[in-house]
Every structure is written in structure tokens, then in C-alpha cells.
């Protein structure tokens, strides 16, 4: 009964992960032009946008004016191909990045030409320009992620990368967005509302994904596109990692000590500390270009301590006797005894 049991929540952890990459998904968007030769637009042009590591696969056509427009993409590598009647085929390779509108334009070179155009468009996706829309915001990409240094294994310590971000001193340990309160900022997980129903807008939210989980996340600070609304501080949209045609693993132990640690000032010896963070992840196909798994598990056992002062009653005082009184000496015994 027990293997049964087992058995029915793997299978129901791998369809959830792989659906979630359908319904669940932070996207980003494609548009552009294609021209010929010359440089005139071609207007019923063929346009596929093909994800590089998934094999998904998206199709539209150029309208009258030669424009094109593919929204809702899954972050990723993406080649776009153009093709019409009299020219031949061109290309671009582009990344789509989270809550983005990356612009890719082809040119398409002659009919009968043997070698296709390539046009690279968003290497480096952090530092894209963004001319779509008023939207001002900040992309922490995958290598950030992976290379900074995070105490904690937390992704939304990077959130302080953004221009007008600080940490605000609060308990809540909150960021405060070109001056607006904590509780301001609205945290989503793939599409999804991630804030605490008690306290919103605090980093962490109900469920924020590891390091090893989250694929990019971007931060958006001023002059938000009405499908996010709501909040007068910042968005912070995370897309998580999802399965692709090949499989990828691998595990890892974070660990910290006492051993490798400085001595509080004020202990005579070094208090203990030990935390341990392990996990690992893993995914890949279900079905080559049509259903995928992603699995990640982190754990954290820790053991720590605190030194703490405090003023406690002196021996005297425990016996009712208090000297160094703006009146003298003050025998609290001798005072109810008189009464």
C-alpha cells in the first residue's frame, strides 16, 4: 500500500511539473520586422520561432506593414526563421528574457542564395534597451544568480542590484523601492502571486524558489504595464527553471561552522554554529518536444546560538538593599519594617 502511495505522488509531482510549464509560466515576447535586400518590408512573410532547448514551437505571419509579433514565449534561446515567396529563408537568433519584449529584425537575402542570414540579437539579455514600452526595470539573469556570492542561498538578495532598491531597517527585512514602503512590492513566481497574506511585499513571500530553482527574475521599478498593476513599489517576476529535451542534475552541500568562524568580541569562546544546505535537482524529457519534468529539493538543518547582555540585580538588590540612591542608601527591610 505504501509503494502504491509513493508511487502515485511521484507520478503526480512529474504531470504537475510538467504542466506547470504550460500554465504557470513567466513569459516574455517577440516582435520585429523582415525586410528584403533593399531594406523594404515583406508583408505575408512566414515567421517560426523555434525554443531551442525544448523544441516548442510558435508560428505567425508578418502583417501589411512587414511587422511581426509573438507573445507569451517561455524564457529562452529561440531561432527565428523568415521565409516568403521569391527570397530565401533568414534567421536570428534571439534570448527572450521575463516580462520583456525583445525586438529581432531579419533581412532576407535573394532567392536562390545558399546561405541563410544570421543576425544574434539579445547576448547579453541584462543589458537589453528597452524601446517597447515605458516600462523601467532590471534583469538578474542566470549567471548573476549562479556567480554573485549569496550568504544565504537567497536569489532575492540580488534584488538590491536595482537602481533605486535599498534595504530598509526594518524587522521585516524588506527592500524599499525608489522610496516606497516595503509593503508596497508585489512578488510573483512564474505569473503567480507569491506575497504573504499577512505581511505582502516582503521578500521571500509564501514559497520563493533556491538559487537552483530560479532560472531569472527581473525587477521592475517604475511605470508598470497595466497586466501588473496594483503595487507603487516594484514587480518582482521570477521564472523558474523547467525541463528540457536533455537531462540536467546535479547536487550540491553548503556548509558553515564554528570551525571557520571568528569569535564574538564579546565571548570567551567561540559559540556554536553549525548549518548544513543540501539539495539537488534535476530534469529533462518526459517526451521529446512535448512534455518535460523539473524536480529541485533543498534542505536546511541548522544549529546556532546568540549572545545576548542584560543587567540583573545585583546581590544587594536581591536582598532589598539599594546604595547609590540619589537619596543615599536606600534597605527596603528596614523601610517595611518601620511600616
Known sequence: MLNRMARALLCLTIIISATGYCFAQATGNLKGSVADP???????????????????????TTTDAGTYSITNLPVGTYTLTATATGFGPGTANVQVSVAFTTEANIALPVAGASATVVVSSGSD?????????????????NKKIMDLPLLNRDPNGLILLAPGVTQTQTGLGGFSVNGQRERNNNFLVDGIDNNDADVPGIAGGAATPNIDATNEFRVLTSQFNAEFGRNTGAIINVATKNGTNDFHGGAYMYYRSQRFAARNFFDAER????????????????????????????????????????????????LGIFPNTPFGTLDVRKAGANN
Do not use: H, M, W
Open 38 to 60: 533593399n531594406g523594404g518590408l515583406v508583408a505575408g512573410a512566414a515567421v517560426e520561432a523555434v525554443n531551442a532547448q525544448t523544441g516548442e514551437k510558435r508560428t505567425t
Open 125 to 141: 539579455v541584462s543589458t537589453q534597451l528597452n524601446t517597447n514600452d515605458q516600462q523601467l526595470s532590471t534583469l538578474i539573469d
Open 271 to 318: 559559540q556554536p554554529l553549525q548549518r548544513k544546505q543540501f539539495g539537488g535537482s534535476i530534469g529533462g524529457p518526459i517526451k521529446r518536444d512535448k512534455a518535460f519534468f523539473f524536480f529541485n529539493y533543498e534542505g536546511d538543518r541548522s544549529l546556532s546560538s546568540t549572545t545576548e547582555t542584560r543587567t540583573v540585580p545585583s546581590a544587594q538588590a536581591r
